[in-house]
């Protein structure tokens, strides 16, 4: 087994939920090691090369469509045993769960997330990452896997604020963007060159219809 890079006591944590209280969002430029980075950024081509990613689609159950007028991000999600590096991520965002838990006493149960590959001129647009048959997406998380990237490459993540106010995030690798699902409106800009990150979604237990 790989040492784990995270420790529950990571003061990261601690600015991450001080800051989800406070305003909603939370911006962390180096959340991970960087070799870890490296290794998910790997992962994610290695996915693409093989044909694995995938149109996204927008909507959910029957409504599901691609509309690559909306968003054209391409997509895989993750799940456990698949690659360590993905193993490892999975465990520190366990970790960001319960610190979460504990500070802000969301009830998170369970953490979901894909690989998002946009290709060059791809974007997402405006939108909030909740759907109206499912509330359970709480908090979103967007982990940058992109070297060297420089503001004229575009693909900045604009999150819509409070009392109008926007804020842009660099898709830097090892940033970590994360923001209340159904609170933050926000959009991806086109980039110029490919642009890769790991999206992902804290929940907490759905409602039983019965
Ligand atoms: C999403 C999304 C933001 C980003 O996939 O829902 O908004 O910066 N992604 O990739
Ligand atoms: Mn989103």
Redesign the pocket.
């Known amino acids: 087994m790989r040492a784990m890079h995270i420790s529950p006591e990571n003061p990261m944590f601690a600015a991450v939920v001080d800051d989800l209280a406070t305003h909603g969002w939370s911006q962390q430029a180096l959340f991970l090691p960087a070799d870890l980075v490296r290794a998910l950024a790997a992962e994610c081509r290695r996915r693409d090369a093989e044909g694995q990613l995938n149109p ?1 689609a927008v909507g959910r159950g029957d409504a599901q469509e691609v509309r690559e007028s909306i ?1 054209g ?1 391409q ?1 895989q999600w993750i799940d456990p045993g698949q690659a360590p590096a993905c193993d490892d991520y999975l465990a520190a965002m366990d970790q960001l769960r319960q610190a979460m838990n504990q500070g802000l006493f969301l009830g998170l149960e369970d953490f979901e997330c894909h690989f ?1 590959l ?1 290709p060059p001129g791809a974007f ?1 647009r405006r ?1 909030l ?1 909740r759907f109206r048959d499912d509330d359970r997406r709480m908090v ?1 998380a ?1 982990l ?1 896997l992109n070297e060297d990237w420089q503001p004229e490459n575009g ?3 604009r999150m819509f604020l409070a009392g109008g106010v926007e804020h842009d ?1 660099q ?1 830097l690798a090892g940033c970590l ?1 994360i923001f209340l699902s159904g609170v933050v409106p ?3 800009l086109p980039a110029t060159r490919e ?1 890769l ?1 790991l ?1 992902g979604w804290f929940r907490r237990r759905g409602n039983d219809p019965f």
């Open positions: 996204a968003r991000d997509i998002a946009y997402y939108h990452d979103s967007v940058y693909g900045q993540l995030v898709p963007a926000h959009e991806v642009r990150s999206t």
